[in-house]
């Protein structure tokens, strides 16, 4: 699959599931905006690394997705966008009736409100360029539910209606959009959990991931980063252009329990 001349804008991507993305629609061939809500020389660094290792050019603009103007400002930034990987996210944990309201705000903003506004900045230029693809990275959380995540699990279910609705929107265009619900992926953030649990629960390496980590995903094996990104440069593919409004779940076999 070429998608060589294809500009893609990938959200929170300097770190775990949103760079692996990245890295994938480069080897793509694609030419690739990296974006968190830093600016440090690290960021810049890591979009040359990646643009230098796949031949393609891969810029890094900062914009925080908790803030409206500047998830449109980064489409128009960027000039071009015909692949929109709705990716930054972030997590808290707690019972509903403790739940700080700014954490259920935050997550609120960043891991759904973002992708509506990302996606009313793109759309126009699509339909322009006549092509496009929007992938919204939800979560196995997008169909199925735990306890203490409460914005999270109503973001991703948010993200997987938004999904829908766009595809409907653009049913007639040449334009998908499709949610991917990653299970438990491994990102440094995980890999970084691993040792604690060991100690916790006074483990080896393998059965704390298999029996505590991975108790929900039946393959009891992490899904990677790579899996993520070759799956989003499927649904970017000719071979995907009439999946359009449906979720495709990377999750070890999670939610067929
Ligand atoms: P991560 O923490 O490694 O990556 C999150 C990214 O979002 C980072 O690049 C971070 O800088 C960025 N980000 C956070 N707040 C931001 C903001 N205000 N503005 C711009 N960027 C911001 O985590 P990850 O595991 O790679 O998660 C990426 C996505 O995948 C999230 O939407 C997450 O919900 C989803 N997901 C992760 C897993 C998993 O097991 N890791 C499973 C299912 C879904």
Known sequence: MSLTGKTAIVTGSNSGIGLGVAR?????GADVVLNSFTDSPEDHALAAEVGQEFGTNVRYIQADMSNPE??????????????????????HVAPIDE????????????????AFHTTAAAL??????????????????GLTASPYKSAYIAAKHGVVGLSK??????????????????GYVLTPLVEAQIPDQMAAHNMDRDTV????????????????VEEIGGTTVFLCS????????????VDGGWTAL
């Not at 739940?99 to 973002?114: C, H, R, Y």
């Not at 000719?238 to 779940?249: E, K, N, W, Y």
């Open 209 to 224: 991931v298999r029996e505590v980590m991975l108790e929900r995903q039946p393959s009891r094996q992490f899904a990677t």
């Open 70 to 91: 500047d998830c449109r400002a980064l489409i128009q930034q960027a000039g071009a966008c015909d692949i929109l990987v709705n990716n930054a996210g972030i997590q």
């Open 238 to 249: 000719d071979a995907a252009a009439q999946i359009t409004g449906t979720t495709i779940s």
């Open 124 to 141: 126009p230029m699509m339909r322009k360029a006549g092509w496009g693809r929007v992938v919204n990275i939800a979560s196995a959380h």
């Open 165 to 182: 609705t766009t595809a409907l929107e653009t049913a007639r265009e040449p334009i998908t959009c499709n949610a991917i619900c990653p």
């Open 99 to 114: 739940f700080p309201t700014e954490k259920w705000d935050a997550i609120i903003a960043i891991n759904l409100s973002s």
């Open 24 to 28: 994938e629609l480069a080897r793509a």
